[in-house]
């Protein structure tokens, strides 16, 4: 009895979907055209890498990045255009060889246009301190460790008594 009620199910399940079309996704055309509109937030794309080419006459760059699909460093070239938005950066000017960026961007006409560009800040190189005093830099403190890290002389015994 119970297989005959499974059986009849499972009938039933197959037409439905083979009545709608969902197994395969097929239209009576054919099967089912994705469409996007380009420009949209679901196209905009991001990628962080280092700059590795520059062109500012033609509004170019290049970014070289890490592909995590592949594990493999691939190039990407970069337009930009009136609308790029900058962070940390005035314009494609003051971008300069192997700098970090992190880029939104979308493709359309088999172009790469940047909306965001965004320069990573270079990180800052002193040493925090007590309050009231001055910075020092990681130099100055490693320099300052080595100094101190040597034992001083012994004190010669007193013949005093």
Known sequence: MKIRVYIILVALSLLIFASTNLTLG?????????TSQVGSDTDTQWRWGEVV??????KTLTIK?????TDQEKDLVLVVDDSTAYE??????DIQLKDTLSVDFIVSDSKNTAKNISKEKAEDSTT???????????????????????????????LAN
């Not at 080419?53 to 033609?58: K, M």
């Not at 990045?65 to 699909?69: A, E, G, R």
């Not at 490693?142 to 015994?157: G, I, L, M």
Request: hydrophobic share 25%.
């Open 26 to 34: 097929l239209t009576e055309d054919g099967p089912v055209q994705q």
């Open 65 to 69: 990045y890490l592909d995590f699909d």
């Open 128 to 158: 925090p301190t007590g309050p009231g005093e001055d910075k020092i830099t990681v130099e100055e403190a490693q320099a300052d460790q080595s100094t101190s890290s040597q034992p001083e002389p012994a004190a010669a015994p007193s």
């Open 53 to 58: 080419s520059l062109d500012p006459q033609n």
């Open 88 to 93: 940390n950066v005035k314009s494609l000017q």
